[in-house]
């Protein structure tokens, strides 16, 4: 795979054109555009750059209304539940973030949910919104069927994404958790085809049932596996139900019938917590840095490995693209530049 760096306004900038070309009002495709260049930066180039193309499909066949707002449908006391209205997952999100933290300032702990929304792209973009500004977060979204459930071979399940997030109380970056509930994603699977790479370890089954780490073979029979097995499948069938429950929204089955591509009517959940209600900023401080020293302190498995705590992974990204510019492939660049 042929690949080019290019800086971090380059990349905006031409994604922001594309956006307003196809009828997004410029202050929404700004801060689109700046959400997807931020997820290439930290190193999740499957949700940043290689999403822009699919994301402009959608919005062309109409499945995704760029001049929608979410409204207000249900509320009490630090609840609230909103309709997405098919608007973009992006934009969506991030107003639902600001509104459950504005729950958790007046009352601790804030949950909202919306429902009839888009994809959301990168889930961990809103973990990471909020414990920047000082909240403990949990969210996740469901999806169309993705995944077959353990023991069986038709998609039935989502990959529904889970994010978990909590603050430094040193002003460093969050620890966070932003995972899929297949092994891998498809968009590391598309990352991985690309790079012309094997996956570090079996993903999930060819045509034939065998367990394979061919990421090209998994996307052709869609046999993701489960993390954990039946306990990820388990995992993936409670996230679809709570997320619908809990917005009024519609399952994977209903998104399959709809059939308005990845997320396409897809419910969120962001709960967010203000821990200064919990504990001290000094005792936060001193349970996460005595957690991460604890756990890095484990001898490596492997000669020349290192562990890592949840989320610190981007910081590498960041050095290299912050010296050579941010990865981009040329062929998924070619594409942004053709719309």
């Known amino acids: 795979m042929d690949a080019m760096r ?27 555009a700046r959400i997807h260049t931020e997820t290439a930066y930290d190193g999740v180039y499957s949700h940043g750059t290689n999403r822009v193309a699919r994301f402009v499909n959608y919005i062309q066949k109409g499945w995704v ?10 509320e009490f006391g630090a609840l609230r539940v909103y309709n ?52 403990a977060a949990i969210m996740w979204t469901n999806t169309e069927s993705c995944m077959p459930p353990w023991g069986g071979r038709e998609c039935r399940l989502g990959n529904n ?35 012309g790479e094997k996956l570090p370890y079996p993903g999930g089954f060819d045509d034939e049932g065998n367990l394979t780490d061919d990421p090209g073979a998994i996307e052709k029979s869609r046999r993701v596996l489960p993390v954990g097995y039946w306990k990820g499948s388990a995992f993936s069938f409670m996230l679809d139900i709570l997320g619908s429950v809990l917005t009024d929204g519609i399952g994977a089955a209903g998104m ?33 840095d ?42 998924v660049w070619k594409e942004i530049q053709s719309l």
């Not at 290019?6 to 700004?30: D, N, Q, T």
């Not at 209304?65 to 249900?74: F, T, Y």
């Not at 604890?294 to 981007?314: D, F, H, I, L, N």
């Open 6 to 32: 290019l800086a971090f306004g380059e990349i905006k900038s031409e994604i922001k054109r594309v956006l307003v070309k196809y009828g997004m009002p410029e202050e929404k495709a700004e801060t689109c």
């Open 65 to 74: 209304d760029v001049n929608a707002e979410p409204s207000l449908e249900r």
């Open 84 to 135: 997405g209205n098919m608007g973009p997952g992006v934009l969506n999100a991030l107003y639902c973030a600001d509104r459950a933290m504005e729950l958790a300032d007046q009352y601790g702990i804030g949950m909202v949910g919306i429902r009839n929304t888009t994809h959301w792209m990168r889930g961990g973009t809103y973990g990471l919104y909020a414990a920047r500004k000082g909240y």
């Open 161 to 195: 994404p889970f994010v978990m997030a909590v603050p430094s109380a040193d002003g460093s970056e969050p620890l966070q958790l932003d995972m899929a509930m297949s092994q891998y994603s498809y968009g590391k699977l598309q990352v991985t085809r690309l790079a």
């Open 256 to 288: 399959d019938q709809k059939g308005y591509g990845s997320c396409g009517g897809c419910s969120q959940v962001m709960i967010v917590v203000d821990p200064g209600r919990t504990t001290t900023d000094a005792h936060m401080k001193e349970i996460v």
């Open 290 to 331: 005595t957690a991460v020293r604890y756990v890095k302190s484990s001898a490596p498995s492997e000669e020349g490995g290192s562990v890592r705590a949840p989320g610190q992974g981007s910081a590498r990204f960041h050095e290299e693209h912050d010296s050579l510019g941010i990865y981009v492939d040329d062929d």
